[in-house]
């Protein structure tokens, strides 16, 4: 046994001495992307490249001269080169019709998407438009109202359209996020039971949607003050459409209901932007009374969604923050406090 145990080892560095040592993440280096990309774009032959957010996806702001661009780099393994075609697809679509988003550029050979061979395996990068202005946490009502218009202004394009990427229903929002949720949490922890108890309340919920009365199309799944900037005009442009998929449209007005929720602790307040968002909305498209009914609940399906993200992609971008304090936080507090400001009523504490 123990010749075969150090056969073992012996075989392993002699494998790996031949080459680098697999990787679940790596950062590309800023300084050589500089270089990758004067070589693609002719407009980019001097440029500065400063890698400025880790994430699922990494990014990197790109100046050249008088402009500003965004490279991102997605995770490997996370979207294929199909899912970002569809994306890019999608973003020419409303750019086209006039909706203020941050786009992608194309390289000297009329291309899109750059395959970057990484440590870990190929990963696909995109060089998009910069978004004028900056993020703003605290936005006036008046501000929530241009933003919901120009959100129906979205789906007045997307409804009744799809892409070749994934579609959030029952099954992707719920029953998959929490086969992930699972292994992160003791089943012992009172976290696991509450999250268990209000999974088995929301497709109880989800059973009861009249689905005749939700509107279908392309949802951005990811809009919030994050992922919008606000020029000092009050000029908004959308970006960060990595999550885009197919799905009812209310799916992006619960989203924004939830975020309005973690930034506006003050109730009062935050039913005055929401109704101004609303107001907003409705200028341009209605919505359904259904589709107002179910809004809360959406919102705590998408909870569980993004917590079950965290949990995926665990290895390659949340590890420096997913632990267990966090875990007992985010669900004590965070899905928790969103759960009974909605005057919902299952579950233990």
């Not at 697809?89 to 050979?109: E, H, M, T, W």
């Not at 202004?153 to 892409?163: D, G, V």
């Not at 919920?205 to 009050?234: A, K, P, Y």
Request: glycine residues 4%; aromatic residues 16%; charged residues 20%.
């Amino acid at each position: 046994m123990d010749l075969v145990y150090k056969f073992t080892v012996t075989s392993t560095v002699l494998l790996f001495s031949m080459s680098h040592f697999p990787v679940s993440k790596s950062n590309l280096s800023a300084k050589h992307l500089a270089v990758y990309l004067s070589e693609h774009y002719h407009f980019l032959s001097e440029n500065t490249c400063r890698f400025i957010k880790p994430g699922i996806n990494d990014t990197y702001l790109v100046e050249s001269k008088d402009k500003q661009f965004v490279f991102r780099v997605y995770s490997y393994n996370w979207r294929s080169a199909t899912e970002i075609q569809q994306e890019l697809q999608f973003l020419d679509l409303l750019k086209s019709r006039g909706i203020a988003v941050s786009y992608p550029v194309l390289d000297n050979s009329n291309q899109y998407i750059q395959a970057l061979n990484a440590p870990e395996g190929m990963r696909y990068g995109v060089l998009f438009s910069y978004a004028k202005g900056k993020k703003r946490m605290k936005s006036s009502a008046a501000l929530h109202a241009k933003i919901g218009a120009a959100m129906a202004s979205i789906h007045k394009i997307s409804q009744s359209r799809a892409l070749d990427r994934p579609t959030y229903n029952e099954s992707t929002l719920l029953i998959e996020s929490f086969k992930q949720i699972q292994d992160f949490l003791s089943k012992d922890a009172p976290e696991f039971k509450w999250l268990k108890d209000t999974h088995v309340f929301l497709l109880k919920e989800f059973s009861n949607f009249d689905v005749r009365q939700l509107r279908q199309g392309i949802v951005h799944l990811d809009i919030w003050f994050d992922n919008i900037n606000v020029t000092d005009q009050d000029e908004i442009t959308f970006f960060d459409f990595d999550f885009c998929g197919n799905g009812w449209l209310c799916l992006d007005l619960a989203y924004y209901w939830l975020a309005l929720h973690t930034v506006e602790p003050d109730q009062s307040t935050r039913l005055v932007k929401w109704n101004s968002f609303i107001k907003g909305y409705q200028s341009v498209e209605k919505i359904t009374s259904e589709e107002l009914r179910i809004l809360p609940v959406l919102g705590l399906a998408l909870y569980y969604f993004y917590f079950g993200n965290m949990c995926k992609r665990f290895e390659n971008w949340s590890n420096f923050f997913l632990n267990e304090v966090y875990i007992e936080q985010y669900v004590k507090v965070s899905i928790q406090g969103y759960f009974e400001a909605q005057g919902f009523e299952v579950g233990s504490k």
